[in-house]
Nanobody, 124 residues
Framework: QVQLVESGGGLVHPGGSLRLSCVASGRTCSGYAMGWFRQAPGKDREFVAGVSSGASFTYYADSGKGRFTISRDNAKNTVHLQLNSLILDDTAVYYC?????????????????WGPGTQVTVSS
């Protein structure tokens, strides 16, 4: 079993930045693909970014390209999501996920393990 816990969310003004972290425990996640998703009120959970197990490949939703950066530190069992140039539409609960079972990053149903989420609110 893998337990994931996110942190780093908060309230930020438009144009601001946040750095989200996801720490895994229970088992090492170094062999798993990892992803970040978000869910705004009344909307489906959507893919934000993904990183391969060895961190060689990263993937982004169009909404975050050029603004968000995903990274991982397998030695610390941690994945980060740097959020820059935040806009109002980035407001959501952000979730960390592990192990897409080889099925791809963009569908949240592919991931086995999930954290409880961290709230990001962008407001003026």
């Amino acid at each position: 079993q893998v337990q994931l816990v996110e942190s780093g969310g908060g309230l930020v003004h438009p144009g601001g930045s946040l750095r989200l972290s996801c720490v895994a425990s229970g088992r090492t996640c170094s062999g798993y693909a990892m992803g970040w998703f978000r869910q705004a009120p009344g909307k489906d959970r959507e893919f934000v970014a993904g990183v391969s197990s060895g961190a060689s490949f990263t993937y982004y939703a169009d909404s975050g390209k050029g603004r968000f950066t995903i990274s991982r530190d397998n030695a610390k069992n941690t994945v980060h999501l740097q959020l820059n140039s935040l806009i109002l539409d980035d407001t959501a609960v952000y979730y960390c996920a592990a192990d897409h079972q080889g099925k791809g990053y963009r569908n949240p149903n592919n991931f086995i393990y999930w954290g409880p989420g961290t709230q990001v609110t962008v407001s003026s």
